[in-house]
């Protein structure tokens, strides 16, 4: 075992590239614990959804993670065969920038289900290298553009496509090389280290990493079987991975780049210069805008006792009958709105209800609530949910309690037909970039593999 570290993984596809992944990221994490590497680079393919569970495994575990992304981009002069370049976060603004461009590809450039990034992104503020501040390039080895170039024997292009990498990502683009076991590999090796000297640019050594152990190949090519709808057994189906892509050790790659032990060093340099710290489990709520610029908490109190009022009227129609009833009502209206405003949640219940009533006298049906949310008499007093916790005798305490701070979690069913006006309407008032919609992971669990395989 090496003393001093000598390679860091900075290709990791895990199970969260869907297409090529099998990796687990908790073994991926221990992997790199029992090799001794001082950090792990998660760079899935064209998404950052494993992000925050590798984030918090690899500090749990003491490794440091370098948070990437394997980014497709597009190829203006054909747009059936975009390249790739691998992007390493530095900093918290190169996250953010990464976050950016994932972000537009999604939303603005999908070819055949691939969100492709554009060159042109990184330099549309007129200067080059800002565009690109806090994240580090690298070439993309044989599937990057410039790879593709020397492959068809075009240095020429090559050359040119370098020098616009290295002008957009100034001191931080590096040429890629591989041995995988992929077609061709020695030939683009050597004619990427001409490049590079020529152009005096750091050379990076990477393991493309899709799998965890060597025996795991045959079940790596039946999950790309799975994603991509062929069978294992057909000759025709594009094969783009090799049964060396596995996680080597440290001492392997030294063993496979004896050669090169420069481009060895320099992913244990690359890891250095990644310094990516992440705020989690913060709450960050859009404002609510409230009348005479009250306070939230002022004004959840009068919306909700305002909102008693009226709902005891409807369940109480008996003057007598309804102020016997009151004081229960008022002391646990008066017990959650304490637990509210000292969790910091009142924002919250103050924008639910906005939305909610907004669908109400919009003419979108809304169910009347489910789930531990109906034992608010919060909620019930400001139009969220429409059941009465106290007939009932729900628990307000499962829903939000001091003992687990955890964000609260209505349940709400809106008319499939008319949702997207509300998701329309939280836009206009909070801001596109406070509203997002989020996405369902299968991660192959034992029954849909079974059902699958």
């Known amino acids: 075992m090496p003393t001093s570290p000598t390679f860091v993984h900075l290709r990791l596809h895990s199970e969260y ?46 490794i440091k993670p370098i948070i990437g992304c394997d980014v497709w981009v597009s ?73 593709l170039m020397l492959l068809q024997n075009n240095p020429a292009q090559a050359d040119r496509l370098a ?12 040429i890629e090389v591989q041995r995988a076991g992929h077609a061709n590999e020695e030939a683009l090796m050597q004619r990427s280290l001409m490049l590079a000297s020529a152009l005096d640019l750091p050379v990076v050594a990477t393991q493309p990493v899709q799998f965890l ?23 025709r189906r594009p094969r783009n991975c090799t049964g060396q892509q596995y996680f080597k050790t440290q001492d392997e790659m030294a063993e496979l780049f004896a050669d090169l032990p420069s481009a060895l060093a320099n992913t244990v340099e690359l890891a250095k210069r990644c310094n990516l710290t992440l705020e989690l489990g913060v709450n960050r709520l859009p404002l609510f805008p409230t009348p005479n610029d009250e306070s939230l908490e002022r004004y959840l109190r009068d919306q909700a006792e305002a909102g008693l009022e009226a709902r005891m009227k409807a369940l109480f129609p008996d003057a ?67 059941l009465d916790p106290l007939r009932y005798d729900l628990l307000f305490e499962r829903f939000l309690n001091p003992e687990r701070v ?31 919609q989020i996405a369902t992971f299968g991660t192959m669990a034992a029954k849909a593999v079974v059902r699958d395989v």
């Open 17 to 62: 590239s869907v297409v090529d992944g099998i990796v687990r990221i908790d073994e991926a994490v221990a992997k790199a614990v029992s090799d001794s590497m001082p950090a792990l680079a998660l760079a899935d393919l064209s998404n950052l959804f494993g992000l925050v569970k590798f984030y918090r495994e690899a500090r749990n575990k003491g």
């Open 75 to 147: 190829n203006e002069d054909d747009r059936d065969k975009p390249a790739r370049i691998l992007l390493l976060c530095q900093s918290y603004s190169g996250y953010l920038l990464l976050c950016r461009l994932l972000s537009r590809a999604y939303r603005e450039n999908q070819r055949q289900g691939r969100a492709e990034v554009k060159k042109s992104w990184f330099n549309e503020n007129g200067s080059e290298s800002s565009g690109t501040e806090g994240l580090i390039a690298l070439s993309g080895a044989n599937l990057g553009d410039i790879g």
């Open 163 to 174: 020098r616009g990498w290295a002008n957009l990502f100034p001191g931080r683009f590096y």
């Open 213 to 235: 152990n060597p025996e795991d190949y045959r079940a790596h090519e039946a999950r790309v079987c799975i994603a991509e709808g062929y069978v294992l057994g057909d000759r």
């Open 320 to 386: 007598a009958d309804r102020n016997a009833q009151m004081p229960k009502y008022r002391a646990r209206l008066d017990f959650e709105a304490a637990t509210i405003v000292q969790m910091g949640f009142a924002g919250y219940f103050l924008i639910v209800a906005d939305f909610i009533n907004w669908a109400k006298h919009n003419g979108v049906p809304v169910g009347p609530g489910r789930g531990s949310g109906a034992g608010s008499l919060i909620a019930y007093s400001l139009g969220i949910t429409d």
């Open 406 to 436: 955890s964000m609260p979690d209505f349940d709400i069913d809106f008319c499939q037909d008319g949702r997207e006006h509300v998701i329309e309407y939280v836009k206009r008032k909070y801001g596109a970039e406070s509203v997002s």
